[in-house]
């Protein structure tokens, strides 16, 4: 069984390498940093470390390496061998690797395959797989459709572990929590027969997918944005900061209403799960940046993520949100020299009526909201 992957980076090695090895395959890491492509072409293993109270570790062997910029025709060979394809790259990158799994498509056609395939996107967004197929629709051809719609299948997914950016001398290995969960939708996989162990297939996937992004992620950026404003570097230094603490507690208690409320969550279950979480967060033995869970904020403040969705959902119940949108304010004013998002959100709100920069980050056509957020900006003092 062979798996086609894009994303070598640290949940890609750390997350998705490690359930496709244990289930068997062999994986093509698909990639542009060609340090890690030649360190995977020419080692063909590597290792995760798992580090929690317990250390343990997991020698991941039959992986190799192509990149994607300099060697295309090795991807779209790969793709039309593959069982199975999985994405872990970044959402706004989904669009660039839409037209090579579209020649793979063509290829497989070609071919006669009449192999099922399943591509799942593993990325941090609602309904990720969902947008990688609209985007591959786009290179093919009225004839190409018929093979596509009959067995090609994009299935959501939602994947969690935290992954920090790595340091180690090595540049294939790879430090992870030990907690691990990864959901596929699989009333939408067209290939029944490969059912990954340590996958929850499940037949309703958008409950879950909430439920991560608005606790995992939303409470993650919380500390993050919060913990920047209170000049905090990482992670662990602002969970132990009281009140970026507090302000975690909180965001997370607005983020359970509403799961609870829209999805009817067990009231138990839901605060066990988000106690998890902030347990997760202060793990000690791992050490993560603020600026990586910070990174790209436009892209987090934007219409369908970890603040804004909950926060226009929230108010139509009538339920609470002001500290989701004081931490929406945080984020506004992060600042982080080496991140091109945080470069332009700050350029942009310095030069322009803060409304509407706001409404265009946000997607907000709600103006009641939109001057919410705008009160809040000018009221928060910068730290
Ligand atoms: N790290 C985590 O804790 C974690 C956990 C769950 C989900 N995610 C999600 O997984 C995705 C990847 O996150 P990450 O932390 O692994 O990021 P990362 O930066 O470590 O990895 C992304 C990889 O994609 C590669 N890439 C960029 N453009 C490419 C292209 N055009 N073609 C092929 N490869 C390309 C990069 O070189 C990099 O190796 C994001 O959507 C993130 O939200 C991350
Ligand atoms: O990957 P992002 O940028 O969407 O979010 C940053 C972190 O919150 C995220 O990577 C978490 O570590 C991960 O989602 C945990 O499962």
Known sequence: ???THFGAGNIGRGFIGEILFLNGFTIDFIDINDEIIKALTE????MIKKSGNAEERIHIENVTGINSRENPEAVIQSIAGADIITTAIGPSVLPL???LIA???QQRKTAKNQQPLDIVACEN???GSSFLGNEVKKWLGKSDMAYFNKYIG???AAVDRIVPAQSNDDPLSVTVEPFREWLIDQTACKQTSIKLEGVEYVSSLQPYIERKLFSVNTGHATVAYTGAYYGCHTIIEAMKHPKVLRQLENVLKETSALLLEKWGFDQEAHAKYTSKVIERFKNPYISDSIARVARTPIRKIGYDERFIKPIRELKSYHL???HLLEVTVYLLKYYDESDSESVKMNQLLNTNELSKVIAQFTGLKDCELVEEIVVSYLTVGNH
Request: overall charge positive; glycine content about 4%; cysteine-free.
């Open 1 to 3: 069984m062979k798996a």
């Open 43 to 46: 080692k063909q293993e590597y």
């Open 97 to 99: 690797i839409a037209e």
């Open 103 to 105: 020649r793979g498509i």
């Open 125 to 127: 967004m609602i309904k």
């Open 154 to 156: 994009f299935p959501n």
């Open 320 to 322: 609470p949100y002001e």
